[in-house]
């Protein structure tokens, strides 16, 4: 069974970006980034490897879950393939295709097309962003492991990490990072 993974950025209040979709704030310290993209070469756009020299394989991740907004933050950019180097799935229920072949489209069945691709075999899952999408993975037991960029900011206000109600979940600390910029990264695993 593979792991899924809710990989974020987000301010110290919690919020994953603005109430546009931008995302003013967050870090763009070159060296984090650098340790950041060693450590997961995976996360970094398919339009940008080249760009950047990075030409690393899959570590963690082959599959990347997006919601709609977050998908639309590359559209707006022209960009309908933002991870080619994974295996793409786009959610949402308002879309009618979706603008790349090889982006999948769900629009309706999430969760037991969620439950079903945690099945198969593969690397891991990285869920990369969309608040609605992750409160619905979390309160259906789907989400293993937060990995969460805390910024050194307070937004005020935004798209929240998870957009609705989610219970109490009990966390285990796996592994911490503190960046010289004042990014903290902390990985947990979903205990409870």
């Known amino acids: 069974m593979q792991n899924l993974t809710y990989f974020v950025a987000c301010s110290v209040d919690g919020f994953i970006a603005h109430t546009d979709g931008s995302h003013d704030g967050f870090s763009q310290d070159s060296k984090y980034l650098a340790d950041l993209f060693a450590s997961f070469p995976e996360i970094v756009p398919s339009h940008l490897r080249d760009l950047m020299g990075i030409h690393a394989e899959n570590k963690y991740f082959d ?23 994974m295996k793409q799935y786009l959610f949402s229920q308002s879309m009618q295709q979706s603008p790349d ?15 079903a691709l945690k099945n198969e075999s593969g690397k ?3 869920l990369c962003g969309g608040g609605n999408l992750a409160t619905a993975l979390f309160t259906n037991h789907l989400i ?3 990995i969460l960029k805390v910024n050194p900011f ?5 798209i929240p990490l998870f957009s609705g109600v989610i219970p ?9 990072k503190i960046y010289d910029n004042g990014v903290l990264v902390l990985d947990y695993r979903v205990t409870g």
């Open 63 to 85: 599959t990347v879950l997006m919601g709609r907004k977050t998908y639309e933050v590359g559209l707006k950019d022209g960009v309908t393939s933002p991870y080619s180097h």
């Open 101 to 115: 072949e090889n982006v999948k489209l769900i629009s309706e069945n999430a969760i037991e097309f969620i439950k």
């Open 124 to 126: 891991g899952i990285w």
């Open 144 to 146: 293993d492991q937060l």
């Open 154 to 158: 307070l937004m005020g206000a935004g």
């Open 168 to 176: 109490q979940t009990a966390l285990e600390l796996l592994d911490r």
